[in-house]
């Protein structure tokens, strides 16, 4: 099945710092959903977004819907520890019934 | 609590052996869905429902069969025709075809 791609892979970044990663698609999606899993769990769904150009914050997590509707962008502020784990990007595409996922970004923070 | 639950957390089985995973939900949603995750990789559709005793076939069905006589349960049979079967396998469910996705914790399977 499709992927999307996710950038970067990976992020090293120490306690503090702002993060951003983005997820791209040749496809247009009608909604975007960002999760986060951490090692031996279940993902957890963080942001749902509906609407080209929707912006929405969840605590220090923001993301957004991009324009063109083929991408979408989730910026975490003041990175703590808790924070560590791999983020996903998932939407719809056209009537699909299945979810796409992205590839992941993979954090890590530094004290 | 509402939730999604699988169990067990861990399950070891020997080759040859059919075994069954349990997902159970009491958020009323109509949809849900079984998922495999390899180390280090995305996660990939085996199988979902929308709706009771109605199912059909994800990206890699091969070697799985499911059920959906209850709105609340989903369980997941991977057979001996399934021929990597160890993996992490992940349950979600939806409250409505199209929706944001709810996981569960996942049964992570090792076949010895």
Known sequence: GQQLNQSPQSMFIQEGEDVSMNCTSSSIFNTWLWYKQEPGEGPVLLIALYKAGELTSNGRLTAQFGITRKDSFLNISASIPSDVGIYFCAGYTGTASKLTFGTGTRLQVTL | ?112
């Not at chain 2, 169990?7 to 059919?18: A, M, T, V």
């Not at chain 2, 990789?41 to 959906?68: C, H, P």
């Open chain 2, 1 to 112: 609590d509402g939730g999604i639950t699988q169990s067990p957390k861990y399950l070891f089985r020997k080759e040859g052996q059919n075994v069954t995973l349990s997902c159970e939900q009491n958020l009323n949603h109509d949809a849900m869905y079984w998922y495999r995750q390899d180390p280090g990789q995305g996660l990939r559709l085996i199988y979902y429902s929308q709706i009771v005793n109605d199912f059909q076939k994800g990206d890699i069905a091969e070697g799985y069969s499911v059920s959906r006589e209850k709105k609340e349960s989903f369980p997941l049979t991977v057979t001996s025709a399934q021929k990597n079967p160890t993996a992490f396998y992940l349950c979600a469910s939806s409250p409505r075809p199209r929706g944001e996705q709810f996981f569960g914790p996942g049964t992570r399977l090792t076949v010895l």
